[in-house]
């Protein structure tokens, strides 16, 4: 009898089918990052001060009043306010203001200065932004349960057309509610679309692939994220940016004839006909010749007995592992998309800073690599949580004792913190891989990143205190919120054990006492051992 896994190399192992895949599975990719922060563009709220009332600008009494420049309040300079208040019974000292004037630098429109969600309205944009968060957990729950009933293939097709429908749709809300509504639909897709690329592709490929699978499609994400930039420079107008990031979603029609049901899932479903024929085509296509009788051997692979997620807090021991683990999830899902949230409040050029804060993800996704089997997981994630957040919360010194002159450095320890964070979310999938056992080990490493959703439901609220601070350190206020809290969980992190060198534990008890698993201390995790780490991160999500 023959798995799965153990066929997949005698048919080509990663060959053009899986190449075509690959390439095939960047559509989605890039559809659920261009998406996963349009918010940041569509929700941008430029300079903006009160617009002079015309009414009080056309009466011979205040036709030369000068008025101060303000966000929120209208009220004339003070020589002038006695002189008003004395010719005309209309004016008062101070106004609320009921239109504004927009920079147009940087957008020329967005749906904050269509529906003037400034000031008093404010907050509605950390509702709009923690709704579609929410989008992204109901999302990763419902597209998962959807695509084991019915298929990747029809699911991932499903998940396109739902986001090129809401995606179009979104960009004609003609108010905030509706608005909201849709972009939780957005939401959804969108994670869906991700998830469902993860898993085809891990899926398709063998045990020895899947690191730099999922690796790549993190690459691709990021390159998403920087053509999103270049969008906006070209377009600055919000409604045109996401109805050009809606287009991709149309090659939703060739990728239901290019690409096949996961054999995978088919076999779960006892559908073996069907997985062998997808998988005499993975052969034909990779010019392979598989030996005779091969696929006649076809194992129903069976699982083991499992546990209730509440099996990890029964210990004490194993309660604290997964507590740090839980916080560790949340701090980074806060984090990683709450300095997306705040780039406009850094100052500078805006694009500039969303391409840096993107771009970096690339190198770092390539080092971490060769530093975790180097250097072990827990010191590895620790150095890179407390970098990023001491990075976040450096930026208050050039923040209250510079100017513009310090500008750049401020964007560059934002960078530095994002760069934490994006290399402790590759570090934190594989913790929790390994120190989950596997007989819940999926419910573990499911429930942690359900932590970081939440995590990135909280970063709107935080990202809003810098615009809304008053005092000259507003704009850190949110960096340092996230610094601190990337600190104190890459500290926790200390205490989970050092799972390098160690083999996976299967059972409670042998997740408890970790030093029964310990091989030689000098010998790095061998292949196949990284290879079972990395089954189990299907539902990554790319960050």
């Known amino acids: 009898m023959v798995n799965v896994d153990e066929l997949i190399p005698k048919l080509g192992g990663f060959g053009y089918y899986q ?25 941008y709220t430029p300079t903006h001060r009160c617009k002079y009332p015309t009414e009080v600008n056309t009466t011979n009494a205040s036709a030369n009043i000068r008025y101060i420049d303000s966000k929120c309040t209208l009220r004339p300079e003070d020589e002038h306010i006695n002189t008003s208040l004395s010719n005309s019974s209309t004016l ?101 679309c991700l998830v469902l690329a993860f898993v085809m592709g891990f899926e398709f490929v063998g045990p020895d692939m899947r690191v730099w699978l999922g690796q790549a499609i993190n690459i691709v994400f990021a390159l998403a994220l920087c053509l999103l930039c270049g969008l906006g420079i070209l377009i600055k107008d919000w409604q045109y940016i996401q109805i050009t990031a809606s287009m991709p979603a149309i090659l939703l029609i060739p990728t239901w004839f290019i690409i096949d049901e996961s054999p995978r899932w088919l076999i779960s479903k006892n559908r073996m006909e069907e997985a062998k024929t997808v998988l005499q085509k993975i052969a034909r296509t990779n010019q392979v010749t598989p030996p005779d009788n091969l696929l006649e051997h076809l194992e129903l692979e069976k699982c083991t007995y499992t546990e209730e997620i509440w099996s990890l807090f029964k210990n004490r021991t194993l309660a604290v592992r997964t507590l740090v683990v839980f916080f560790n999830w ?21 694009y500039l800073a969303i391409f840096l804060l993107s771009v970096i993800e690339i190198p770092i996704l390539l080092v971490n690599l060769y530093l975790l089997n180097k250097f072990g997981r827990r010191k590895v994630h620790c150095v890179t949580m407390m970098t990023g957040g001491l990075a976040c919360i450096c930026t208050i010194f050039p923040v209250i004792y510079g100017g513009e002159e310090l500008q750049p450095l401020i964007l560059a320890l934002a960078v530095i913190g994002k760069m934490g964070a994006s290399g402790a979310f590759g570090s934190i999938y594989v913790i929790s891989g390994e120190v989950f056992p596997t007989v819940v080990r999926n419910g573990g490493v499911g429930a942690s990143s359900s932590f970081a959703r939440i995590g990135s439901m909280v970063a709107p609220y935080i990202a809003k205190l810098g615009a809304h601070s008053v005092h000259s350190y507003g704009k850190a206020i949110p960096l340092i919120v996230f610094g601190t809290c990337s600190i104190t969980a890459g500290l926790c992190a200390l205490l989970l054990p050092e799972t390098k060198g160690c083999r996976l534990p299967d059972t409670i008890e042998e997740a408890i006492d970790f030093k029964l698993l310990r091989e030689d201390d000098d010998i790095v995790i061998q292949p196949m051992e990284t290879r079972e780490i990395n089954t189990n991160q299907t539902s990554q999500n790319g960050n």
């Open 19 to 43: 190449k075509r895949l690959l390439l095939v599975l960047t559509v989605p990719t890039i559809l659920a990052a261009l998406f996963m922060i349009m918010l940041v563009f569509a929700l």
């Open 92 to 192: 008062t000292a101070q106004m609320t203001c009921s239109e504004w004037d927009y920079d147009e630098d940087v957008f020329k429109e967005t749906f904050t200065t269509t529906h003037n969600l400034v000031c008093g309205e404010g907050f509605k944009i950390s509702h709009a932004q923690m709704i579609f968060y929410f989008g992204v957990v109901v999302g990763d729950i419902l597209f998962g349960q959807i695509s084991d009933f019915i298929g990747r293939k029809k699911t991932l097709v499903l998940t396109m057309f739902i986001l090129l429908v809401s995606g179009l749709s979104g960009s004609f809300s003609p108010e905030y509610y509706s608005f909201v509504v849709i972009h939780f639909v957005v939401g959804a897709a969108c994670k869906g």
């Open 330 to 350: 949340f701090g980074l899902g806060m984090t990683y998309y709450g300095v997306f949230l705040h780039a406009e409040n850094l100052g500078g050029n805006f």
